[in-house]
């Protein structure tokens, strides 16, 4: 599954309570896990109150064969957020300060 949050704020942390991101209305999380057909690496925890939307494989491959050009729009959608997310770890990491 994939999260796109509606409404609210939530923290992603992955093992031992460290922050990876946090994240708003509009963006989603699951991506990896998603991407990957695996189990989630990171938990997401509500900071307020929070509404989402769950996407499944089987809903989105729907919606790729009714409009073709969406699925590029999607995976670099995808990779963008992924990429601005592991540049902002790597960044905040003490050892690049």
Request: hydrophobic share 45%; net charge neutral; charged share 25%.
């Amino acid at each position: 599954m994939l999260y796109l949050l509606v409404r609210g704020r939530a923290k992603i942390e992955a093992e031992f309570g460290v922050r990876i991101a946090q994240i708003g209305p509009g963006q989603i999380c699951g991506e990896m896990a998603f991407l990957e057909n695996g189990v989630a690496s990171a938990t997401a925890i509500a900071e307020q109150q929070v509404e989402d939307c769950a996407i499944d494989w089987s809903t989105l491959s729907d919606l790729f064969e009714l409009y073709p050009h969406l699925a590029s729009r999607f995976y670099r959608s995808l990779a963008v957020g992924l990429s601005r997310r592991l540049r902002r770890q790597i960044m905040s990491e003490p050892n690049n300060k």
